[in-house]
Nanobody, 119 residues
């Protein structure tokens, strides 16, 4: 069992940056690939990025490529999402997830953190 808790969301102006964190419980964090998703009001949950168990492989959706960076610190049981050059269309609830295949399906999900980008 893995519990995930996101933090770092908030309100930021367009062009600004935020760094989200996702802290995982348990001693098996390094056994899981990690992903970030987001869901805007009235829209389906969208894949953003994923990282393999040892940070060797990363994947990004075209909508965030070049602006967002995923990383992980297995010693701290934490995965990060650095978001730069934020746009109003990035406004959403952001979720982290853990699973065995790097690109899912994911077995565990956090509760989400709100990111709002003002124009």
């Amino acid at each position: 069992q893995v519990q995930l808790v996101e933090s770092g969301g908030g309100l930021v102006q367009a062009g600004g940056s935020l760094r989200l964190s996702c802290a995982a419980s348990g001693r098996t964090f390094s056994s899981y690939a990690m992903g970030w998703f987001r869901q805007a009001p009235g829209k389906e949950r969208e894949f953003i990025t994923a990282i393999g168990r040892s940070s060797g492989n990363t994947y990004y959706a075209n909508s965030v490529k070049g602006r967002f960076t995923i990383s992980r610190d297995n010693a701290k049981n934490t995965v990060y999402l650095q978001m730069n050059n934020l746009k109003p269309e990035d406004t959403a609830v952001y979720y982290c997830a853990a699973g065995i295949p790097t690109l899912g399906p994911y077995d565990y999900w956090g509760q989400g953190t709100q990111v709002t980008v003002s124009s």
